[in-house]
Each structure stands twice: as structure tokens, then as C-alpha cells.
């Protein structure tokens, strides 16, 4: 079979859905109990073979020869002839001897009209991370079909979208606001390799400046990715918004991350204190179950003793506060913070007055309560 064969059937399989691709489907359409693929029909034709031949070695990487001509049922000669079609035709189909050996597809391997820039493959790994955050996770599905994906891109923009891939900490989404590409790349980049920073940045009120920092990782929040790292002015921990930065360049100095860092606790730590209103609550309630019921942003959690926990954090929105604290299935005081004092009055009173207010209602109409 010429390589030119193979070829045109890739690009059939990629865009026009031709009867090689009804083929492949049929080669591996039903499946065991075990799991395990079911025998390739024996009068598949090369071409199939060859199209399945890449879809295991794309799937499995590392794949031997002898399991190779399992799934595909033939010889494990015949599997050998037809990846040497496949290399034949163009792609780089590696092979590694020895007991951990086996084939795998190397870089460079690009089926049209599937071509990405390195701006484009990084921000299709970023959209998958905002809404799939199992997407690290080579068993899931997203994962999977993820990683053929950055598997078969050329070496340079590989790496840079399997580092954002691998480095990324994920947290619960909600609203996204994503940042440029190529400045997340850098920052992941430096992350990667301990290297500093010079970073652009704008706050929300729109002022700006020039900052030096070592980051320390990426953390996707919310939909939001923030820079974790040290800044060398103030000598502090700081979290920025990477869609607030306008550009970043990197650093020859390199440094040492902290140890055992915990990307996304630490975040949420960082985004509890800092605020405009100092906050100290303790809560009647042993510490696990008021960590079930607080999150991490509202503040810091000690144990006072075995049946009750301290809040310590800082607020700009008093009313958000006192919305969280209002979930606690037990009694807590304000310790420190007028402020979250009176807003926490005021919304008791409110809540108070409404259910009056119903009480009255119901007895004037005749009804019963509930």
C-alpha cells in the first residue's frame, strides 16, 4: 500500500466521514465483558487496520507489538507491517526496546485540518481546564482525548500546553475571565522552571505598575486564574489576577518554592486577609464541622477546644460575610469588626420582622401554618 493511500484516508477520516472511517468504526465497535476490544473483523481491509493501528498507538502509548496484534487480530509480524505502513506514509511512529519498550507516536504527527498554532493549542487546553477541572486526569474522557491531542502537536507547542496542563491547580468554576495566552505561558513556564519575573500588572481600580516576584503556580478559581508567588518589594505572599496582567518578561534569578506549597488553600487563605474590615468570629461548634460550612475565603480556623472554633479574616463586603456566617448550625459571636456587627443586626431584624409578618398574615386570613 503507498503512502499516499494512507495519507488521503487520514484526511477522509479527519473531515469527510468516507467509508474508511465506517470501517474503523466497525473494527472496534462492540466490546467484551472484560473490556477488553473486541477481535478485528477478518476481512478488514489494510487500510482499516492501518487507521486502527494509529488509533491504538495514539490511545496507548507504549504499546508492545504483542498486544498490538491482539487488539488488531493478526500476527505480530502483520502488526510490525502495518506500522511500518504507517511510517511509510509519513508518520513518526517510535519504537523503545526492552521490557518497558513498546510503540508510541512521536512528535510532529498532525492529521488536517487539526493544526494549531501555540496561542491556539495553549488556549484550547486553558477552555478545557475553566470547564472540565478533571481534565489532568488521563482515565477520564476530557483527559483522554486531551492528551492525543498535545501528544500529537510538534515538541515546542507541546510543551507548552502539557505544562499549563500539569502545573494548573483547579477549583470549583463560576464566572470566567480569561487571560492572554502567551502570558500564561510565560508564567507557566516560570513556575516550571523557579525562574522570576518581571510582571506588568493593573489593579481593578486601574491603576499600574512594575512588580518583581517568583512564582510559585498557577491556580484556576472560579473561572479566574491567579498568579500565586512571593514579591520581592514587600517580601510577601501575593495572588494577581493574570487577566489584570499586560505583559511579563522572565528572569535569569532563580529561587526555591516553598515546601509542601498547597496551590489552592493557599490561594484561598491569601484572598480571605487583606481587606478593609478586620473580622474575628467564634462559633459554638467543634472546628470540622464549621470547615464544612464556611469557606475558605471567609478566613483562618482554629480550634479554641474540642467544642469550639475561632474565624479570624477580613472582609471589604460585611453583608457577603454576614450571608456566609448565617449557614453555621450554631450559635457564634462577633468578636471583632462593628461593622459585620451591625450588618448582622440588621438582617437578623429583617428576618425577624418577615417572619411576623407571616405569623400576623396567616392567623388575620384563618390559615394554617406551616
Not at 515546542?156 to 502545573?167: L, Y
Not at 473580622?279 to 480556623?301: I, N, Q, S, Y
Request: with cysteine; charged share 25%; hydrophobic share 40%.
Amino acid at each position: 500500500m503507498s503512502p499516499a493511500v494512507i495519507d488521503g484516508s487520514l484526511i477522509v477520516l479527519s473531515s469527510m466521514g468516507s467509508s474508511v472511517m465506517h470501517r474503523q468504526r466497525t473494527l472496534h465497535s462492540g466490546r467484551l465483558t472484560s473490556g477488553k476490544r473486541e477481535r478485528v473483523q477478518l476481512d478488514a481491509s489494510p487500510t482499516a487496520r492501518a487507521l486502527l493501528t494509529l488509533e491504538l498507538v495514539q490511545g496507548s502509548p507504549g504499546i508492545t507489538a504483542d498486544r498490538l496484534a491482539g487488539e488488531l487480530g493478526v500476527s505480530e509480524r502483520a502488526a510490525r507491517r502495518y506500522v511500518g505502513i504507517l511510517r511509510e506514509a509519513g508518520l513518526p511512529i517510535e519504537s523503545v526496546r526492552g521490557p518497558y519498550g513498546g510503540y508510541r507516536v512521536g512528535r510532529g504527527l498532525r492529521l488536517p485540518p487539526l493544526l494549531f498554532s501555540a496561542t491556539e493549542a495553549l488556549a484550547l487546553v486553558m477552555a478545557v481546564l475553566d470547564g472540565h477541572h478533571d481534565a489532568r486526569d488521563p482515565s477520564n474522557p476530557v483527559g483522554s482525548a486531551l492528551g492525543k491531542i498535545v501528544r500529537a502537536l510538534p515538541e515546542p507547542v507541546a510543551a507548552q500546553a502539557e505544562a499549563v496542563r500539569r502545573t494548573t491547580a483547579a477549583a470549583p468554576d463560576r464566572a470566567a475571565a480569561r487571560p492572554d495566552p502567551r502570558i500564561t505561558a510565560t508564567l507557566v513556564q516560570a513556575c516550571t522552571d523557579h525562574r522570576r519575573v518581571r510582571l506588568d500588572y493593573r489593579s481593578e481600580a486601574g491603576s499600574e505598575w512594575v512588580t518583581e516576584v517568583e512564582p510559585w503556580s498557577v491556580v484556576v478559581r472560579h473561572g479566574r486564574w491567579y498568579l500565586l508567588c512571593r514579591s520581592l518589594s514587600a517580601d510577601a505572599r501575593r495572588a494577581y489576577r493574570i487577566d489584570r496582567a499586560s505583559g511579563v518578561e522572565l528572569l535569569a534569578d532563580t529561587f526555591d518554592p516553598p515546601d509542601d506549597l498547597d496551590p489552592v488553600a493557599t490561594l484561598e487563605e491569601h484572598l480571605a486577609v487583606g481587606w478593609e474590615y478586620d473580622v474575628e468570629v467564634v462559633v459554638d461548634a467543634p472546628l470540622d464541622v464549621v470547615a464544612h460550612c464556611l469557606p475558605r475565603t471567609l478566613g483562618r480556623l482554629e480550634a479554641l477546644d474540642d467544642a469550639t472554633t475561632r474565624v479570624v479574616g477580613s472582609t471589604s463586603n460585611p453583608t457577603w460575610y454576614a450571608e456566609q456566617l448565617a449557614v453555621l448550625p450554631a450559635p457564634f459571636r462577633i468578636v471583632q469588626c462593628l461593622e459585620l456587627q451591625h450588618t448582622v443586626r440588621e438582617i437578623g431584624q429583617r428576618m425577624l420582622a418577615a417572619s411576623d409578618a407571616g405569623a400576623t398574615n396567616t392567623a388575620n386570613e384563618g390559615g394554617s401554618t406551616c
